[in-house]
């Protein structure tokens, strides 16, 4: 896993949009894994004025969802489908049909989840995944103590996400819905690259457990340790609770210039 600590949000969010402007002018049409929250907005933002300034052809990119709320009405504002399309595939000027994601309003949640595993699989995989945090280190909505083979699939959601989330919905908890889908970690981990983005000192403790602690399905996060190629872009704040800080900067500036992330 490589750690990239990072002076603050709006450095972390060019950094992973030059990471995806990169993969898209060697594969323009790659598959982009994109993630909801906060934390992602600075990538997207960079990301589509990269592609406004002419330097990265964004036009042939495929977008795919990580998670969605169960039983919002479709076309509902909050619904991951209406963010994405509202923060990433309207921005990048795509057309609709290159957004795949579950249907989190389907009368058959299991038949949707299948459906979603089935199209990732048809699409060729995933090329890179953006992922955020929760505080409780959940990654998607795959909660602590979530299979680390899991498949995309119905969760609840835990109260602390729920009041995590609730500042989408006018800040009332009781609107946040219980249920979701969730691409599985087994799932996340197919991804060829996993980009974890975490900003702020709210972070520091998952970050922490994340990448220093064991492996654990209590800290779902903690599954990149598994993968090849895991890259968590951190700002300092978010590195705060990090014990091998100073070995992971230092391994960063002395990286070869042709690895990049
Ligand atoms: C939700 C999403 C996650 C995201 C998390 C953190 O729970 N399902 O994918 O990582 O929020 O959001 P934020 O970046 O706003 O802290």
Aim: hydrophobic letters at 40%; a negative charge; one cysteine or more.
């Amino acid at each position: 896993m490589e750690v990239v600590i990072v002076p603050d949000a709006g450095a972390a969010g060019e950094l992973v949009a030059e990471t995806m402007a990169d993969l898209l002018r060697r594969k323009p049409d790659a598959l982009l894994g994109v993630a909801t929250g906060s934390t992602p907005l600075p990538v997207y933002r960079a990301l589509a004025a990269k592609a406004a300034a002419g330097a990265v052809d964004t036009s042939r990119a495929r977008i795919c969802q990580l998670d969605e709320y169960v039983g919002l009405p479709a076309g509902h504002p909050e619904s991951y489908r209406s963010v994405i399309l509202r923060e990433v595939v309207e921005p990048l000027g795509l057309d609709e049909a290159r957004f795949l994601g579950p249907d989190g309003s389907a009368e058959d949640i299991r038949a949707a989840c299948e459906k979603y595993e089935g199209e990732l699989a048809a699409a060729g995989g995933v090329d890179l995944q953006l992922l955020g945090i929760g505080t409780d280190g959940h990654i998607g909505f795959n909660e602590p103590c979530s299979s680390l083979a899991s498949r995309t699939r119905l969760k609840t959601l835990t109260r602390q996400t729920r009041a995590d989330n609730a500042r989408f919905f006018g800040g009332d908890i009781d609107q946040v819905p219980h249920h979701v889908i969730t691409q599985g970690i087994g799932t996340i981990l197919e991804a060829r690259h996993l980009v974890l983005l975490a900003t702020g000192e709210g972070k520091a403790e998952a970050v922490a457990q994340t990448v220093e602690g064991p492996l654990s399905a209590l800290v779902p996060a903690s599954a990149l340790q598994m993968h090849p190629h895991a890259t968590v872009v951190v700002d300092e704040a978010a590195a705060s609770g990090l014990k091998l800080a100073d070995y992971f900067r230092s391994a960063y500036e002395t990286k070869p210039h042709w690895q990049k992330l």
